[in-house]
């Protein structure tokens, strides 16, 4: 109220002159021509007394309106700009904040009790979740350990007692099938936690990747997984810079030609595109359409297909989103196409 009677006063100062040009002209008109043709000692003048009166109040209502509405106007503005100040100023360490970031986030205590109790909430919920994702981080990291070693130990253990004299072939038969039973379970959670720390953000920053450096690189490993088909590489450039993650970039490319060998049929081909905006891999299949509104689904698996573990797909979208990229599935003639592009 303070403000609001200050902008007031301001406003009526500044409107002097306007008023004393209604008191001259309207409410003291008539008298000043009676003291005239008095002083004058003339007959007094013909008086409209009345409308000059009815039209001064008129337009002194007019302008007093118009000083309360420009001072209401203001006194608003003013008002509601300092008022909203911390506010924004909330909007903008919410929206720096980052889970993974190593500096403490706190929000002061606002103006007002409702902005305080919102800085208060919001203080809770920040700091509750830097510690659920610091506990699952500390958690990924301990299963990335504790899993993998009892697993690397027990399938050097079934290397052994596969290697000792006088087993029968059935005791055989029995440790192949626990060699590629641990063997799935590796990888298994190998992909498990490579997806639980893509989602936790805990890979390195980006840096700048050749995309047809990385993919002739891993040409030799593709080759080795291709069982007897044949690989078609095809690069419609001769360098492609990315900013990406290199290791998450060869195991999207790893899954997605791994797939198309999964997925493919007898005698045929698989082919790599590199394009400019980004790549595909094209299989043969005797398989038909696959459903693409779940194929990137964790653990999903066609119906009459139970090779693999059903990450595959999954790590690719993953991938893809974790760097903005987009990744489509299409199936047309007999080929299925899986294309990325570079956003």
């Known amino acids: 109220m303070a403000q609001f009677a200050v902008c007031m006063v301001v406003l009526l100062l500044l409107a002097t002159p306007a008023f004393y040009w209604l008191t001259k002209n309207f409410y003291a008109e008539e008298m000043m021509d009676i003291i005239n043709a008095v002083e004058a000692g003339v007959p007094i003048p013909k008086l409209d007394l009345e409308e000059d009166v009815l039209e001064g109040v008129m337009l002194q209502f007019g302008l007093v309106s118009t000083v309360l509405g420009v001072a209401v106007v203001l006194t608003v503005r003013f008002i509601s700009q300092r008022e909203w100040y911390p506010f924004y100023d909330t909007i903008k360490v919410i929206d720096a904040f980052r889970i993974d970031g190593t500096d403490e986030t706190s929000l002061p205590r606002g103006n007002s009790r409702e902005l305080t109790v919102l800085n208060e909430a919001l203080n809770r919920l920040m700091a509750g979740s830097r510690k659920s994702f610091r506990a699952q981080k500390e958690f990924t990291e301990n299963a990335s350990h504790e899993l993998q070693t009892p697993l690397a130990v027990m399938q050097t253990k079934l290397d052994l007692l596969m290697q000792q004299p006088g087993i029968t072939v059935s005791q055989a038969a029995i440790i192949h099938d626990l060699c590629l039973l641990t063997g799935r ?108 509104d779940h194929i990137f689904n964790r653990f999903y698996r066609p119906a009459g297909n139970g090779t693999g573990n059903g990450l595959g797909l999954a790590i690719v979208k993953a991938v893809c989103d974790y760097h903005g990229w987009s990744v489509a599935y299409d199936c047309h003639e007999g080929l299925h196409e899986f294309n990325v592009k570079f956003l």
């Open 185 to 292: 379970m590796a990888r298994l959670n190998r992909n498990l936690l490579l997806l639980a720390k893509m989602e936790n953000g805990q890979f390195d920053a980006t840096g700048t990747v050749d995309a047809v450096a990385v993919v002739k690189e891993l040409l030799p490993y593709l080759e080795s997984l291709l069982g007897g088909l044949s690989l078609v590489k095809d690069f419609k450039v001769d360098a492609l810079p990315l900013r990406a993650n290199r290791s998450l970039f060869e195991s999207l490319i790893a899954n997605l030609v791994v797939n198309a060998v999964r997925h493919n049929r007898k005698g045929g081909w698989i082919t790599v595109t590199v394009r400019a905006d980004g790549f595909s891999v094209v299989n043969t299949s005797d398989a038909g359409r696959l459903d693409a």
